[in-house]
């Protein structure tokens, strides 16, 4: 049996993490996870007070940490950014832009930029992003991109749950969500050869703290719609993340890993 350290298969010390939509519920928490067990962190959003806080915040957890404030959809400083990027060992699709919605409200531009900013730019980043991607995997032997989809990737949101309430999930989020799912499965048989894993991550109900405390017969519903009956935490998210960006899921790609609290079983 070869010589191995199960101990530290989720260590990931001297490896460099890009995290989309950083400071955000969930965003935070992946990337205060990887800053925790060693990574070097680059944070990435669009509002550069929000950013920079975080970063105050992260920086006692983390080995190295700086921000990288543009708008994922901008192609132009996608690319322009990652040509001074020598190495990154994981990559992490977390943004995502769009607002509640139904039916009646939604247009083509709803579903333009939620496109645009769930698939397109996870598309770009692991494009832009593959020269180090592979300086990487010449170091480490491997390399990890995981894409964050959604549990509405996979079946459609119960209209009951959501009432009056303005919280629907729109009819052009789980499109998008799905959509980076086959995105994922595609890339992972592409990028294979090269040895970068691609994956996924499909969240289920994560209501925001705000909404947890304004709306509490809301997100008592949410959690009724799960078998655990009960909604997720964000530092429930921290666990897959580490799984899918270190050693311990170097046989792992093209899956997509439903953490939902059993919401798409049934």
């Known amino acids: 049996m070869e010589d191995l350290n199960f101990a530290n298969l989720h260590r990931l010390d001297g490896r460099t993490a890009f995290i989309t939509g950083a400071a955000g519920h969930l ?3 992946m990337a205060r996870a990887l800053a925790e067990v060693g990574c070097n962190i680059i944070l990435n959003g669009r509002n550069p007070d929000r950013l920079e806080e975080f970063e105050r915040r992260l920086r006692p957890h983390a080995a190295a940490v700086e921000t990288a404030c543009f708008d994922i959809q901008n192609t132009e400083h996608l690319s322009a950014f990652f040509e001074h990027v020598p190495r990154l060992d994981i990559l992490v699709n977390n943004a995502y832009t769009g607002m509640p919605g139904s039916l009646e409200s939604a247009d083509d531009r709803d579903f333009e930029t939620a496109f645009a ?25 491997h390399a990890s991109v995981i894409n964050i989809a959604s549990m509405y990737g996979h079946v459609s949101p119960d209209p009951g749950l959501y009432g009056s ?11 998008a969500k799905a959509g ?12 294979a050869p090269e040895r970068i894993r691609v994956n996924a991550i499909s969240p289920g109900p994560f209501p925001t703290f705000e909404i947890q405390e304004e709306r509490p017969e809301f997100v008592g519903r949410l959690a009724a719609k799960t078998p655990m009956a009960r909604i997720g935490h964000p530092s429930e998210i921290a666990g897959p993340v ?3 960006a270190s050693d311990a899921s170097t046989y792992v790609t093209g899956v997509n890993l439903c953490v939902d609290g059993g919401w798409t079983v049934w």
């Open 180 to 191: 980076l799912i086959q995105l994922t499965k595609y890339l992972s048989c592409q990028l």
């Open 165 to 175: 309430s303005g919280l629907n999930s729109p009819p052009y989020y789980g499109p």
């Open 117 to 141: 900013s769930g698939v397109t730019a996870a598309f770009n980043a692991t494009r832009s992003a593959l020269p180090a991607l592979k300086a990487a995997v010449s170091e480490t032997g």
């Open 27 to 29: 965003g935070s928490v």
């Open 242 to 244: 580490l799984f899918l």
